[in-house]
């Protein structure tokens, strides 16, 4: 692995709980950093307002810390998986910018705060930019305003002034929305708001975005003088099939993949990696999002194929060639 780059892969409950022993062996070997994939979201870790759940999370940060890899917290602020409570104000009227400043700071300094010192980043906003890089117009940006970015950012710095902060999004290879991000890391910079690293999840295609893109992409974050790191990676190789689609045509994979899509997914891997390592002075950390086939996201009632290990958790070509990537560049 070259020196100073981080690998990891984010953890679902049975694998940070110790269920799944299969993938907590693998994921001590060949790692050193986790993410959680859902367990320190906004709802599952406060559900309702006077209301905090730990238990399982504390597992997970353990996991990290009993194995000395490093642990990133995902996320704080988001739109999505963010309980309906949040943006309730008074006898069902939306809630006020003062109000949900108050939760949010709570909420950051409650759980940035019980883990400090053992979390060591934390995706502080994520998702916060639209396709056409302005501000999404999420409940958080319409009670609070433009500068809840730069809030949740303070009350993370005030919670834990040790722990490295980050804005996370996708679809940074499109130059409208990369843009956007770019604008809006200068402004928290310019107003004096400290930010270390921008995180590119990296849910990519086969074919798409063009690994061109991919390294354009990298070197425009770069010049933010922050870190990057890609924090979500994972390859789709289904097609986008839309409600009723023909079973044959939404779900091509679903008794097993071709040698030759194996073989360009493990391709597609090693040049992606490629310019990883191209750039490593830059790139300070790459995580998967999920460890094994069978643990994705990307299923959803189908096969989908996105990872380095297979659903019976043996190494895929992908994996060799990653592996071989990272063994030249040491
Ligand atoms: O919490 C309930 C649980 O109580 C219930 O038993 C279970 C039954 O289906 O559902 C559980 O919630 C699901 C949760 O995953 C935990 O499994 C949600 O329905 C489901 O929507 C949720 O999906 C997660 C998704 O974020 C939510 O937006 C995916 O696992 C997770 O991989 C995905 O991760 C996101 C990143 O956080 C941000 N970037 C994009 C990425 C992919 O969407």
């Not at 062996?25 to 599952?44: H, R």
Request: proline share 5%; aromatic share 10%; glycine share 8%.
């Amino acid at each position: 692995m070259p020196k100073g780059m981080v690998i990891g892969v984010a953890l679902n409950q049975r694998q940070s709980d110790g269920v799944d022993a299969a993938a907590v062996d693998i994921v001590a070997k060949q790692f050193n950093q986790i993410s959680p994939e859902n367990l320190l979201k906004f709802q599952p870790v406060h559900p309702s307002e006077d209301r905090y759940v730990f238990e399982a999370q504390d597992r997970f940060v353990q996991f990290g810390v009993d194995r000395k890899m490093q642990v990133i917290g995902h996320t704080l602020v988001w739109h999505s998986q963010t309980s309906a409570w949040v943006f309730q104000g008074k006898d069902g009227a939306a809630v006020d910018r003062d109000t949900l400043l108050a939760r949010m700071r709570d909420h950051i300094h409650t759980v940035v705060g019980r883990y400090k010192g053992r979390i060591h980043g934390w995706d502080v906003v994520n998702e916060a930019i639209d396709e056409d890089g302005s501000l999404r117009k999420s409940p958080w940006f319409n009670a609070i305003g433009e500068d809840y970015v730069a809030k949740a950012f303070e009350f993370a710095r005030e919670a834990d002034p040790g722990a490295e902060l980050y804005y996370n999004d996708f679809n940074l290879e499109k130059p409208a929305k990369r843009a956007g991000v770019i604008r809006l890391v200068k402004d928290l910079q310019a107003r004096g708001v400290r930010i270390h690293g921008i995180g590119n999840q990296g849910h990519w295609r086969l074919e798409t975005p063009g690994i061109s893109e991919i390294e354009e992409a990298l070197v425009d974050l770069r010049s933010t003088g922050l870190k990057v790191m890609y924090t979500e990676v994972d390859i789709n190789l289904l097609p986008q099939a839309g409600r009723g689609a023909d079973p044959a045509v939404a779900n091509p994979y679903a008794s097993g993949l071709p040698d030759d899509k194996q073989q360009a997914l493990a391709r597609r891997y090693a040049e992606i990696f490629g310019v990883f390592v191209k750039h490593r002075d830059a790139v300070s950390r790459v995580t998967f999002w999920g460890l094994s086939d069978a643990d994705s996201w990307l299923n959803r009632g189908r096969m989908n194929y996105p990872l380095l290990w297979d659903r019976q958790r043996q190494p895929k070509p992908a994996f060799h060639a990653v592996v071989e990537v990272l063994k030249r560049a040491r």
